[in-house]
């Protein structure tokens, strides 16, 4: 399931520093050294990139689509005395925000992948399906709301929606639901939506809410998750010099499967052939592994923040071979009937 990035311990008020998930681990896979630069490409409450800027005179430059997180990241910039600049973008164009700062190549890239804990706490920005809101889900404001994939999108695009990004079993159901309600009266706030979901699913022992996999599926779509994480991948290949760090924290196994395969790919030597097929040729890994498999946080952490129980932790070095690039539906991002609302984003 999906988990916000900056999370916090539930019992803490909203005005509650937030707290980076992982973020011994992330620092440990980074190793910030002085005079490195190091992009931060989820700067939300902007926690990793101030344990960066603490943990060693670096650069950093933070990305953020939410406008709001920018604006948030101000006071930071000013204490660290220019050696932070948050730019307004989307993490697949860090090509862009850098070339823009006159930067050449990256020391180290970090992505903390999901919602952040500040938009799942502002009903107004639509995400939780546990606070009377808009439902818009929009991190940067533009492009189609989740209302607007809810009323538009036909009961079988709907389902298979909420069927690929939600991994949602009783998707078929929910669809049908959501159709019958809307041809009521427009679906437009959160508490709705959550309550056509929750009369379907119904409640279960696990103490997971029976709307979660819709909300999250409804996000994805609106947000192009998948295919931004893709792009931010291959994009970090690019300008990462040799022996710069990735680090990709994530929280669902959409996003681990993404992560897992590009590293797999990019890290592999060999093409694994067989006494009836003969290895073919593979390109020179542009990654080395640094952990085998996915880190997982520590029970410890789990403990003082429920939030952070599905994060996921894939790490690697870049090595000196040319970059690759290639197609995100290679690396398990799905084809969704959704290219009439989204533009590009299905």
Not at 33 to 40: F, K, S, T, W
Not at 140 to 145: A, H, Q
Not at 169 to 186: D, L
Not at 194 to 203: K, L, M, P, S
Request: proline fraction near 6%.
């Amino acid at each position: 399931m999906s988990s916000p990035r900056d999370a916090r311990p539930s019992d803490e008020g909203a005005s509650a520093r937030h707290e980076p998930v992982m973020l011994a681990e992330v620092l440990a896979a980074l190793a910030p050294r002085d005079g490195e630069v190091i992009l931060d490409g989820t700067f939300g409450a902007g926690g990793y990139s101030r344990a960066i800027l603490e943990a060693a005179d670096c650069r950093v430059v933070a990305l953020d689509r939410d406008p709001n997180a920018v604006a948030g990241g101000f006071e930071l910039v000013s204490r660290f005395g220019g050696r932070l600049t948050v730019v307004e973008e989307r993490f697949a164009n860090l090509s862009t925000a850098i070339d823009d700062l006159g930067i050449p190549a990256l020391d180290g890239v970090v992505l903390d992948v999901g919602v952040s804990s500040m938009q799942l706490d502002e009903a107004r920005r639509g995400f939780s399906f546990r606070l009377e809101g808009p439902l818009d889900m929009r991190m940067g404001g533009d492009g189609p709301s989740a209302a607007d994939l809810v009323e538009s999108l036909e009961e079988k695009e709907l389902a298979a929606l909420i069927r690929t990004l939600g991994e949602e079993r009783r998707a078929s159901a929910i669809s049908r639901a959501i159709c019958a309600e809307r041809a009521k009266a427009p679906i437009t706030d959160t508490l709705r939506l959550a309550g056509i979901v929750e009369r379907v699913v119904g409640r279960a022992g696990d103490g997971i809410h029976p709307a979660t996999r819709t909300f999250q599926a409804l996000r994805i779509a609106v947000n192009d998750e998948l295919r931004q994480l893709v792009g931010a991948l291959f994009a970090a290949e690019r300008r990462l010099r040799p022996g710069g760090r990735l680090v990709v924290v994530s929280f669902h196994s959409l996003e681990d499967r993404i992560v897992k395969l590009f590293l797999n790919d990019r890290t592999r030597t060999a093409s694994g052939g067989s006494r009836h097929l003969p290895e073919a040729p593979v390109p020179p890994a542009t990654f080395e592994a640094l952990s085998h498999g996915a880190e997982k946080p520590t029970d410890e952490e789990t403990a003082r923040n429920p939030r952070a129980r599905s994060a996921r932790l894939r790490s690697a070095v870049r090595t000196s071979a040319p970059p690759r690039g290639g197609d995100a539906l290679a690396y398990g991002v799905p084809r969704l009937p959704i290219a009439r609302l989204m533009g590009d984003a299905s």
